[in-house]
């Protein structure tokens, strides 16, 4: 397993919400609430920065998409995994890291 793959920083169960989207989906929102009756009952947004460095801008390799495929398809038999997505994502993250001169794998 790779120290840190980004495809398998999430819940597992989110792997196959690309299903449902339309087809032609091109960009996703969403939004962040404290719950009724939890501990807290206010969020307070901290660290965005952050973690659009360290999250965002880390390339995605095929080793990591064939990681996470391997895992995904073992941990939860019959779930879609989103290899052409992965993919598409590794290949536009490989051009940027090139178009900068730096080297992706």
Sequence with gaps: ???????????SYKVSHFKQ???????????????IGAAYDAVTFFGLQ??????????IT????????ALVTAHMPGVPFNRAGWDNRRQRT????????????
């Design 21 to 35: 989207y339309p087809p032609g989906t091109t960009e996703v929102s969403a939004y962040i609430e404290a719950r």
């Design 62 to 69: 095929s080793s990591d998409v064939y990681e996470a495929e």
């Design 1 to 11: 397993m790779t120290a840190r793959n980004p495809i398998l920083d999430t819940d």
């Design 50 to 59: 952050m973690f659009l460095k360290e999250k965002l801008a880390q390339k």
């Design 94 to 105: 490989h051009r940027r890291f090139a178009d900068r001169g730096q080297r992706a794998a």
